[in-house]
């Protein structure tokens, strides 16, 4: 099992497969790297290095006590970029994930970074704040939190339906899908999970998309019910310097995995530009 003891002790767990341009990919909340299966094996067998990461307290990582913010995530990634010498990389993130990516872009990548995906990202801001008057309602991620910290079997059985579209009309649910989205939350720190849900919602990276250079691809589902793509791509897509979009009618959160063909071929389109 790879792992890397990162300066606080604390051990990231990755996977590291094949050889070629690198692709790192970041997941979402509260999953882990697996969650990356369908593209690893797409862009594995298209000659790509394929990298997964769980994110400290998530999946195979440790439960640290500390350090569940976008600073110290970004900077957990630009260790792993160090270690593995990573260069003209490509970036993809899920969800949180795409927080992840564009703040360790604008943070650490400076001359490592090719390009970055962001998909069904939480970019810019997901809060409902002042300056961000059209957000989610700060009570729905109080109540996340509360499930999250009462309830997170259950809470974590229920949260998959809407994450993969699977409660709309005529939806074809796997229930392999579910549990397998149960099993990578599971795996993770309640306290983790707990932590990184003001870190996805209250995050401001107005300024990380503002301010890097490198092509950004932002992929969003136009049915996603958990990060709604009109308070998220559709903003995040103004502030880029060179930014393309693509949204989907119909697409869920969870698209990575439900309509993996045409995700994948998306990206491989914006890679080989």
């Avoid at 862009?43 to 394929?50: A, C, P, S, Y």
């Avoid at 499930?147 to 005529?170: I, M, V």
């Avoid at 995050?203 to 092509?215: A, E, G």
Wanted: charged share 20%; net charge negative; aromatic share 10%.
């Amino acid at each position: 099992m790879s792992t890397l003891k990162l300066r606080d002790g604390a051990e990231m767990f990755y996977k590291d497969w094949g050889t070629g341009q690198p692709i790192v990919f970041h997941h979402g909340w509260p999953l882990s790297g697996d969650d990356w299966d369908n593209q690893m094996m797409f862009f594995l067998q298209k000659g790509f290095r394929v990298i997964a990461h769980d994110r400290r307290g998530h999946g195979r990582s440790s439960q640290t006590f500390q350090g569940h913010e976008m600073d110290t995530y970004a900077a957990d990634v630009a260790e792993l970029a160090a270690h593995l010498d990573l260069k003209d990389a490509i970036h993809v993130g899920h969800s949180t994930g795409g927080g992840e990516v564009i703040h360790y872009v604008n943070k650490h990548g400076k001359g490592r970074v090719a390009k970055a995906v962001l998909v069904s990202a939480v970019t810019p801001i997901m809060v409902q704040t002042e300056s961000n008057p059209d957000g989610v309602p700060m009570g729905v991620f109080d109540e996340i939190r509360l499930l999250t910290a009462t309830d997170r079997p259950q809470y974590f059985k229920d949260f998959s339906n809407a994450f993969y579209g699977y409660n709309r009309p005529g939806a074809v649910e796997k229930q392999g899908v579910r549990d397998n989205w149960w099993r990578q939350g599971m795996m993770g720190s309640i306290l983790a999970h707990y932590e990184c849900i003001q870190a996805f919602s209250a995050t401001d990276f107005t300024d990380d998309l503002r301010n890097v250079d490198v092509p950004v691809l932002v992929l969003h589902g136009e049915d996603d019910q958990i990060v709604p793509y009109q308070i998220t791509a559709l903003k995040a897509i103004k502030l880029l310097k060179n930014g393309t979009l693509i949204t989907y009618p119909g697409f869920p959160h969870g698209m990575p995995t439900t309509e993996a063909d045409t995700i994948n071929k998306d990206i491989l389109e914006f890679i080989a530009r």
